[in-house]
């Protein structure tokens, strides 16, 4: 549900876009820390938060970190 605000926000077009692992972290609703398979060998990763039910609404993307491997720790930032 947020490829489309990647893709904008970071200028590019994902032919891929695979969920390879993910961290949560409770706060008022649910931040999401993603690592995104983008092609072959490159990774991002994202910080996406989830408000509670009741708001309905859907998740937005907070940031996102671009250049990493596969290798690379996902943490939180």
Partial sequence: ??????????????VVFTA????????AGTMYFIKVQVS???YVHLKVFQNLPYKNQGPS?????TGKTRDDPLTYF
């Fill in 1 to 14: 549900q947020v490829k489309p605000q990647f893709e904008s926000r970071a200028n590019m077009s994902c």
């Fill in 20 to 27: 390879i692992i993910y961290k949560t972290q409770v706060v």
């Fill in 40 to 42: 072959d060998a490159d």
């Fill in 61 to 65: 993307l907070e940031s996102f970190q």
